[in-house]
């Protein structure tokens, strides 16, 4: 059964970098096909999409978010990583990473999401 | 990037009614639109994908339709554990993925 888990500080401070990590298990994050996200929700709010990963590395992002973003793999620990730059209020919200199973596919399987305030 | 628009914003509706949920999107994008639940404290659940296809151990009183800019959700006999908000999103032209604001389903 495949899970994935966030993990990262509880709180950020504004202009700040917040770092998550996703932790995948019951399949590789190297798998062919596979792609893995970053998903974010203000709270009370809706979903935006932040950026993927390809299973080979690629990465593609939102164009609101591509200054400030980088997502990156961590293969030996099964892991992805997002930073996000120079964090704002704007930028609180729960955190979620998920899978998509291919190139264009929606998100089948997501992590249960962490909160992350932005607040000095 | 595509625009997705929901209506209504939220629906009330009573157990076993037939509510049908609207997505429209700001331009074609066939069949690649996908709708996810998502209740209170937890995570988005992936309901439909294709349009019409239901995920992985989803009943059957959820069905999809539609496709190119228009498309409904819509429950059959609604159950008190469907309460909750409904979200489309549309893989077809990205990035950006894009989802719609969200359906409130409330009593």
């Known amino acids: 059964q495949l899970q994935l888990q966030e993990s990262g500080p509880g709180l950020v401070k504004p202009s700040e970098t917040l770092s998550l990590t996703c932790t995948v298990s019951?399949?590789?994050?190297?798998?062919?096909?596979?792609?893995w996200g970053w998903i974010r929700q203000p709270p009370g709010k809706g979903l935006e999409w932040i950026g993927t990963i390809s299973f080979s590395g690629n990465t593609y992002y939102n164009p609101s978010l591509k200054s400030r973003v980088t997502i990156s793999p961590d293969t030996s620990k099964n892991q992805f990583s997002l930073r996000l730059n120079f964090v704002t209020a704007a930028d609180t919200a729960i955190f979620y990473c998920?899978?998509?199973?291919?190139?264009?596919?929606?998100?089948?399987?997501w992590g249960q999401g962490t909160l992350v305030p932005v607040s000095s | 990037e595509i625009v997705m628009t929901q209506s209504p914003a939220t629906l009330s509706v009573s157990p076993g009614d037939r509510p049908t949920l609207s997505c429209r999107a700001s331009q074609s994008i066939g069949s690649s639109l996908a709708w996810y639940q998502q209740k209170p404290g937890q995570s988005p659940r992936l309901l439909i994908y294709g349009a019409s296809t239901r995920a992985t151990g989803i009943p059957a009183r959820f069905s999809g339709s539609g496709s190119g800019t228009e498309f409904t959700l819509t429950i059959s006999g609604l159950q008190s554990e469907d309460f909750a908000v409904y979200y489309c999103?549309?893989?077809?032209?990205?990035?950006?993925?894009?989802f719609g604001q969200g359906t409130r389903l409330e009593i």
């Open positions: 998920a899978r998509q199973m291919s190139w264009g596919a929606p998100f089948d399987y």
């Open positions: 999103q549309q893989y077809s032209d990205w990035p950006p993925i894009t």
């Open positions: 019951g399949d590789s994050i190297t798998t062919r096909s596979y792609y």
